[in-house]
């Protein structure tokens, strides 16, 4: 058994169920009550109230069903539940159940909160192992910063503190910070409100969402492309000026480290780097 988890896709950044849905593809073998023999198929997805299973085979509503959950490095999880619903994906053969698991001991529970923690893990490590592959590719040796950077100039609304709005250019992009060209002075340790939109004509480097065939090892296997071509939408970042450099054409430059910045907006300046990068590397930029 091949334990694969995958990047989130982009509605579920904003997951609006009671528990964290984590996406998964994961062959299992699941016992069904009234049949004679396991069923096979593919763990889409699961949290710790229940899962989505893929399967060429018509199953009832209502079936009782169990499957064991075998994390990486800890004891199989014994998971049992009832089929709640079924749908035939327009792109693909066979059915997905939505199974929701029966109530479970305390001890039960945290395994599979745990096994889910670390799959979430498990995958914004390999996220961050792509970018950093990138990285070094596109600059040709390491990347010294804690962030990586892109040069890209970048429309930026900005407001000082006690001063009113004005319109300047944002470069050197990082989820740390950037470097703000504008008309104001400013003195070093200062706050600044900054607005700006990532230009989301980069992305076009990004392959098409939906789903693709990949060969491994194990056999074919299909993986869903995540919509990293969705438009970027405004960011409201507070930050502090951290550094002044030499100014041009009459507007100083500072260096401006992000104070507020979450998860999220790390993510899509992540994505905006990425792209960036990619295209530099296949002359598409």
Same mark, same amino acid.
């Given at each position: 058994?091949?334990?694969?988890?995958?990047?989130?896709?982009?509605?579920?950044?904003?997951?609006?169920?009671?528990?964290?849905?984590?996406?998964?593809?994961?062959?299992?073998?699941?016992?069904?009550?009234? +049949?004679?023999?396991?069923?096979?198929?593919?763990?889409?997805?699961?949290?710790?109230?229940?899962?989505?299973?893929?399967?060429?085979?018509?199953?009832?509503?209502?079936?009782?069903?169990?499957?064991?959950?075998?994390?990486?490095?800890?004891?199989?999880?014994? +998971?049992?539940?009832?089929?709640?619903?079924?749908?035939?994906?327009?792109?693909?053969?066979?059915?997905?159940?939505?199974?929701?698991?029966?109530?479970?001991?305390?001890?039960?529970?945290?395994? +599979?909160?745990?096994?889910?923690?670390?799959?979430?893990?498990?995958?914004?490590?390999?996220?961050?192992?792509?970018?950093?592959?990138?990285?070094?590719?596109?600059?040709?040796?390491?990347?010294?910063?804690?962030?990586?950077?892109?040069?890209?100039?970048?429309?930026?609304?900005?407001?000082?503190?006690?001063?009113?709005?004005?319109?300047?250019?944002?470069?050197?992009?990082?989820?740390?910070?950037?470097?703000?060209?504008?008309?104001?002075?400013?003195?070093?340790?200062?706050?600044?409100?900054?607005?700006?939109?990532?230009?989301?004509?980069? +992305?076009?480097?990004?392959?098409?969402?939906?789903?693709?065939?990949?060969?491994?090892?194990?056999?074919?296997?299909?993986?869903?492309?995540?919509?990293?071509?969705?438009?970027?939408?405004?960011?409201?970042?507070?930050?502090?000026?951290?550094?002044?450099?030499?100014?041009?054409?009459?507007?100083?430059?500072?260096?401006?480290?992000?104070?507020?910045?979450?998860?999220?907006?790390?993510?899509?300046?992540?994505?905006?780097?990425?792209?960036?990068?990619?295209?530099?590397?296949?002359?598409?930029?």
């Amino acid at each position: 058994m091949v334990w694969l988890a995958r990047n989130p896709a982009p509605s579920e950044r904003s997951n609006q169920r009671q528990s964290y849905r984590q996406s998964v593809e994961l062959s299992i073998a699941v016992n069904v009550r009234g +049949l004679p023999a396991p069923v096979y198929g593919t763990l889409i997805n699961i949290s710790e109230t229940g899962c989505r299973l893929r399967s060429l085979i018509l199953l009832d509503r209502n079936r009782i069903v169990e499957f064991e959950l075998k994390p990486p490095g800890t004891a199989p999880l014994n +998971l049992r539940g009832r089929i709640l619903s079924r749908s035939t994906p327009s792109s693909e053969a066979g059915f997905e159940y939505g199974i929701a698991f029966e109530e479970s001991l305390p001890k039960q529970r945290d395994a +599979l909160g745990r096994t889910i923690a670390e799959m979430q893990r498990r995958a914004a490590a390999s996220r961050v192992a792509a970018r950093e592959a990138e990285k070094i590719a596109a600059e040709g040796g390491s990347q010294r910063r804690s962030s990586l950077r892109t040069v890209i100039t970048v429309p930026v609304r900005y407001r000082p503190a006690n001063k009113p709005a004005n319109v300047g250019e944002a470069t050197d992009i990082s989820a740390g910070g950037l470097r703000l060209l504008c008309p104001d002075t400013m003195p070093i340790g200062s706050e600044i409100e900054l607005r700006f939109t990532l230009p989301s004509s980069v +992305l076009k480097v990004y392959p098409a969402p939906g789903d693709r065939i990949e060969i491994t090892p194990f056999g074919q296997r299909r993986v869903r492309v995540p919509d990293n071509r969705r438009p970027f939408e405004e960011s409201t970042l507070h930050g502090q000026v951290l550094s002044r450099y030499e100014g041009r054409n009459g507007n100083e430059l500072y260096g401006v480290g992000f104070t507020d910045i979450d998860g999220y907006q790390r993510e899509e300046i992540a994505r905006f780097i990425h792209a960036v990068q990619l295209s530099r590397l296949r002359n598409t930029y």
